[in-house]
């Protein structure tokens, strides 16, 4: 499946969050992450998140999809990191 991931994270703990988010999918910009992954992958990660995350604060929202077919991607301005899978 195809994931697009977003964090909204406490100052303190978002450096752990970036580290862990990185280990699984393509970090593209501040606090944003796509990539293959597979259901089991993404559970794993969540376990993990929510480990990190203050639940009363912060914040992990995954759109996923299978049909990455029926999506586009555009850039405007400087592309962050190189993704070699397009959306």
Partial sequence: MYAILVYDI???RVGKMLKL???YLNW????VF?????EVK???LKVKAKKIMDSEVD???VFKTDATQWMSKEIVG???ADTDVFL
């Fill in 10 to 12: 406490g100052e303190k």
């Fill in 21 to 23: 988010c990185r280990q």
């Fill in 28 to 31: 593209i910009q501040n606090s």
């Fill in 34 to 38: 796509e990539g293959d992954i597979t």
């Fill in 42 to 44: 993404l559970e794993e």
């Fill in 59 to 61: 914040s992990l929202i």
């Fill in 78 to 80: 400087k592309e962050r």
